[in-house]
């Protein structure tokens, strides 16, 4: 073979160490999707599945839209990369300015990363930088909370709350202390939006302040949805009350809206739709449509007021990645805003949000449901884990549902729904009525 041939395209799947995968499990019955488009992915042999997840919680217009197609080719023909470390282009500015219209009320700047996890890690930097350029430099310690999820960089892990995440990777970061969580079937089973029972776990905040002191703790970092453990709504007033702490002791107040950005509740953050305004707000997914890697970091301009006090010829924040609002992403990103208002889709995932309630509480009583949790376009039927075999069940009906023609998300033995916002009643309809008949067909 001449040295300048192509290698024959092999379909081994040894090479590929696949992410948050059993990989022998899966190289043993791989599933291969091929294309997508709007509500459907195609399977490599041929069925069509209806997108029940948004991809990875990512994909909020829905597949294959032609304006960020469009979009992404027209910028790698004209512009393909530019650094932005001491350089710019103008889609990197434009794009900040429209981000910080929808954001809000105050936060008004924007650093760009290129995914959830590295938008975490920017976050927590951004918060203890801010205190040390204000001459606060005791503020070092960061408040996670458990069940929560904040991507695997090393900050992420560590005010992260799932232990299967956590436990292979040594110590994390020091000084980092964890809030309870707020999941309480007992009390909240259930729950059609948020929950009646729970703020008062809050004041677990307040405990850490009298343990810690207030002048060591830097910043505080929530979902405000927990998303990967399972959907967790917020119960009534608890985000209000974190909130009104945080502000009693000059910490820093951080929503990761990595899912819960971009409309999947309904409004364009969880922070808008809730009234409770952080100081920092971390995203990626849906930033794009998920079409281009990338993350976006929302802080005040307070926070960035307090970089900008220094020499004007010194860099402010040591920190930043190579593809910080790298052109393609930037590109596929406005075309993005421009579907999400032009089609009104963060009204209409709270209308469809609404309709997926309906038809997923209604799935009370079926076999293995111990609980229903909806909010926005959001919704998680928990089941009962089998036996001595935690996860297997809901495995069974991720699997049973691919093969009906449905992709579902699973994590321990909770089914999360997200569909994309552009999804219709029919198909909202469908979706459940095939969940109902995984739920009977599965043991
Ligand atoms: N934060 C939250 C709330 C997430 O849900 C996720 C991913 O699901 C992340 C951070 C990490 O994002 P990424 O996988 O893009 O690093």
Redesign the pocket.
Known sequence: MPASAAPAPTNNLDAFWMPFTPNRQYKAAPRMLVSAKDMHYRAADGHEVLDGAAG??CVNAGHGREKIVEAVRAQVAELDFAPNFNMGHPKAFEFASRLTALAPKGLDRVFFTN??????DTALKIALAYHRARGDAGRTRLIGRER??????FG?LSVGGMVANRKAFGLGLNGVDHLRHTHDPARNGFSRGLPEHGAELADDLERLVALHDASTIAAVIV?PV???TGVLPPPKGYLERLRAICDRHGILLIF?????GFGRLGAAFASELFGVTPDII?T??AVTNGVV?M?AVFASSKIYDAFMSGPEHVIELFHGYTYSGHPMACAAGLATLDIYQEEGLFERAAVMGERLADGLHALKGLPHVIDVRTVGLVGAVELEPIEGAPTRRAYAAFTKAFDDGLLLRTTGDTIALSPPLIISEAQVDELVGKLADVLKAID
Request: aromatic share 6%; hydrophobic share 30%.
């Open positions: 990875l919680w995914s959830g996890s590295e938008s975490v929560g999820y904040h991507g695997v960089g992420g979902e927990a998303g990967s990761d809206e990595v899912i819960t971390t990626a997914k890697p993350g």
